[in-house]
């Protein structure tokens, strides 16, 4: 009487068949035959609950009946037991892990075009052949606009400025850091101190505080600098007196 009742409980007396193990209608891959000897039920271990018991173990006999059988699935088809995402019932997604155990991992998902990223900047390499991925992986980019994808710090759009050269490009671009083609200056310009008089200063152009003291140097090579106004005072340098300024420093230009 109590193994009809179950059975009833198990197969709803009509209704879908469901799971012993956790009631779950999409756990079942086979359907146990009921008149089949109580032995004749293989009972797979199911750490994580899903439902789906372990497809590494051998499973064991048992009788239909779900009593004293928690932590055990009747179908097996769990590629990981020890997660309960993990399973046949899950779809598929893009984690570089086999989701639903079908044995291939991120199969059937949209893919995109992704272009290789050498110096991890988020560039990819100007024309290069993109490969397809399903999304974002370490060492690939969405996008080619990387002149120099060995030097992270070029790229398309870069807005610093830096005063050493990419290595291995020509004197043309050797600053192109912003992969527009050409070396653009950072500081051009000039705040040079001259006298017009004993005493007196040229006055600097309007609105220039500071610049270069006598030219503007070429990208990476190093010029002086005057950071403050023109006064006349003793040049540090030789002990002369003369319009100068203070704090005068060499400074390289950066470029881009
Ligand atoms: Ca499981
Ligand atoms: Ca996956
Ligand atoms: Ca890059
Ligand atoms: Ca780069």
């Not at 998902?109 to 490969?131: E, H, M, N, R």
Request: with cysteine; charged share 25%.
């Amino acid at each position: 009487m109590r193994r009809a009742t179950v059975l009833c409980l198990i197969y709803s007396c009509g209704a879908p068949m469901v799971d012993p193990a956790n009631g779950d209608p999409g756990g079942l891959t086979e359907t146990p035959d009921t008149d089949a000897p109580c032995s004749s039920v293989i009972w797979f271990p199911d750490e994580d609950g899903d439902g789906f018991g372990d497809s590494g173990s051998p499973g064991e006999p048992g009788c239909l009946d779900p009593e004293g059988r928690e932590g055990f699935a009747w179908n097996a088809g769990d590629c990981q037991d020890q997660d309960a995402e993990i399973n046949p019932t899950v779809a598929e997604v893009c984690d570089g892990m086999d989701n639903n155990c079908n044995g291939l991992a991120d199969d059937g998902l949209d893919l995109f075009p992704f272009y290789p990223d050498t110096d991890l900047d988020g560039f990819g390499a100007f024309g290069s052949v993109p490969s397809f991925f399903c999304g974002p992986r370490e060492g690939w980019a969405t996008n080619d606009n990387d002149c120099a994808d060995h030097d992270a710090r070029a790229f398309g759009g870069q807005t610093e400025f830096f005063d050493t050269p990419i290595a291995g490009f020509h004197d043309a671009i050797a600053f192109d850091f912003d992969c527009n083609g050409i070396n653009e200056l950072e500081r051009t310009v000039l705040k040079v101190c001259e006298s017009i008089a004993i005493n007196e200063c040229l006055p600097p152009p309007q609105g220039v505080v500071e610049g270069w003291a006598h030219w503007v140097p070429e990208c990476g090579k190093e010029g002086w600098w005057n950071p403050s106004e023109c006064r006349w005072m003793v040049n540090p340098d030789n002990g002369q007196e003369m319009c100068w300024s203070e704090n005068r420093h060499l400074v390289a230009q950066s470029c881009r």
